[in-house]
């Protein structure tokens, strides 16, 4: 496997599972890493936990485009709401001696790999700069004073950077861990472009950059630690010219970091596959048959999805607090209602907007495997590429199946929707050369977020599946040689939800 690989396709067939070849991997739990940075920071700011405000419908999150009223400017209280939803603990355990974090997104693993940074340029109540963000700590660390810039960037008041860092990952996954660095980092990019909106605001994703001059500016280690999304918002509060009030300055890059003693080990190939993609996109044509997954041609047999407004609406703020993964699914029905809101929170990124990856959207296909589930026949479906409707692709019972590709991972087979993130990867990387893989898992990522937050504002159990022998996973869909079933979500009613 260390050989290396020239291309992300060829990452990904390389770090595919393959039954009675997974070698077995001691889990170290006396060099288990560490979830927050640590700075000797020029300002130590606490962040303000108070005055979260429930009522706000997720639903519409999810639809609005633009903010109904004008754009807001962020404050600081604001803005440590927005990090609390995006990112904030949610629970506590020790075990091992060790502290284990629960958080308001899932991360493969628990093992929270990502970490957000925040350039300031014009906010109220916080002074222009960098800050590291430590959510476990719950404090900001200004790591640079004064102006920055990174080039496109500087129309904009405030810019949130989400990075992965390799071995907390790899600590288990090893080589396969640039895929779930890719996923959980969607996870977070939605949770945070959610909490955004929810303040009125009207984020840009951006995940087109040059990752060295971002790694450079925020002192990166670069052999652990990579840039994966900028997230930009404009308030309105101030006027065009005070925009520029700052200079940009180049000279002064970040602090860094006080080094970690955990003894990271590292994976080239992970490092291998992240420089293959760090520069820029330079999209090339391509057409409709590129991003084909499917082998066969399947009838064209289609359920419309008609959004239905949920009465009582989902609480956003409840439903990103609770959020919690559930595994113990029950074979029960799930009713129309639920299943077209859950079927809108996997589409709802599709629907006109602009930033979801826009040009690595076109080569993800969701799909869904569906069992008892009101208004559906059982079996396999797609979603329409605006989202709109479902193809039906086979009837049929697909879940126990499933779960044994996934690594024997039995409760799968009971949830009632399991969703299906797949993409033609070899046209995917024709067209956008290997950066299309990774904004393909963000935008997975996104997606799942959403599927999550839906289901528990449902009261429905949600859990992320990673772990999949691949191939098997592409003969069982009846996938082409050149695509793959890359994420799975499970949902559907679980025990003590009211649904026995
Ligand atoms: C990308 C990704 C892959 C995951 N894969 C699996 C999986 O294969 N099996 C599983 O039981 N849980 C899986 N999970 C769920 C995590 O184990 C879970 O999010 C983590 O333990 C934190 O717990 P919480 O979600 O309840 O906060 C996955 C989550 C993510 C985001």
């Known amino acids: 496997m260390n050989d290396g690989v020239s291309t992300a396709a060829g990452y990904h067939w390389a770090t595919a599972h393959i039954r009675n070849r997974i070698k077995p991997h001691f889990l170290d739990f006396d060099h288990y890493p560490r979830p927050f940075k640590t700075y000797e920071a020029l300002k130590r700011i606490p962040l303000i936990k108070a005055d979260f405000s429930p009522g706000k419908d997720l639903m519409v999150l999810f639809r609005r485009e633009k903010p109904a009223e004008p754009e807001q400017s962020l ?44 350039m300031v340029r014009q906010m109220e109540g916080l002074e222009t700069g960098v800050y590291y963000c430590n959510m476990i700590q719950e404090f900001l660390d200004l790591i640079h004073r004064g102006g920055f810039s990174h080039g496109r960037d500087r129309a904009f008041d405030l810019s949130f950077v989400v990075t992965g860092t390799f071995f907390n990952s790899a600590w288990k996954y090893r080589e396969r861990a640039f895929r779930y660095l890719l996923l959980d980092s969607g996870h977070l990019v939605e949770n945070l472009n959610l909490a955004l909106r929810a303040e009125g605001l009207c984020p840009r994703m951006d995940y087109d950059f040059e990752d060295d001059k971002i790694s450079a500016l925020l002192a990166l280690d670069k052999d652990k630690e990579v840039p994966l999304a900028c997230i930009h918002v404009s308030g309105k509060a101030f ?15 970040c602090l860094k970091e006080i080094e970690d003693e955990s003894n990271a080990i590292s994976y080239p190939l992970l490092k291998q596959i992240h420089d293959l993609g760090k520069a820029r996109i330079e999209t090339q044509p391509h057409d409709a048959e590129a991003a084909k997954v499917l082998a066969f041609e399947p009838d064209d047999r289609r ?17 990103v607090f609770s959020r919690r993964s559930k595994r113990n699914f029950i074979p029960a029905r799930l009713n129309r209602k639920n299943a077209f809101a859950l079927m809108e929170s996997a589409s709802s990124l599709y629907k006109g907007q602009q930033e979801v990856s ?41 879940h126990e199946p499933l ?16 969703f299906l993130f797949m993409a033609n990867l070899t046209g995917l990387e024709t067209a956008l050369g290997p950066r299309g893989y990774r904004l393909l898992l963000m935008g997975a990522g996104r997606i799942a977020q959403r599927i999550y937050l839906a289901a528990t504002g449902l009261s429905l159990g949600c859990c992320g599946v990673g772990a999949l022998y691949d191939e098997e996973a592409r003969t069982l869909l009846g996938l082409n040689p050149d695509s793959a079933l890359f994420y799975a979500v499970s949902a559907g009613p679980v025990k003590g939800s009211g649904f026995q």
């Open 403 to 418: 779960s044994r590709i996934c690594l024997d991972q039995q409760w799968i087979s009971r949830a009632a929707v399991n």
């Open 358 to 398: 826009p040009r690595a959207l076109p080569f993800l296909t969701v799909g869904a495997l569906l069992q008892d589930v009101e208004g559906f026949k059982d079996g396999f479906y797609i979603f329409s590429g605006e989202g709109g409707s479902l193809r039906l692709i086979r009837k049929g019972q697909f």
């Open 239 to 253: 006027r065009p010219e005070e925009k520029f009030r700052t200079v940009p300055d180049l000279s002064g890059y």
């Open 75 to 118: 404050g600081f209280q604001a803005l440590s709401r927005v990090l609390y939803r995006s990112y904030g603990v949610t629970r506590e355990e020790k075990a091992r001696g060790i502290r284990f974090f629960s958080r308001t997104v899932p991360s493969a693993g628990g093992l929270y790999p990502c970490h957000i940074y925040l």
């Open 303 to 319: 359920v419309l999805l008609d959004s239905e407004t949920l009465n009582p609406p989902l609480d956003y703020e409840r439903a």
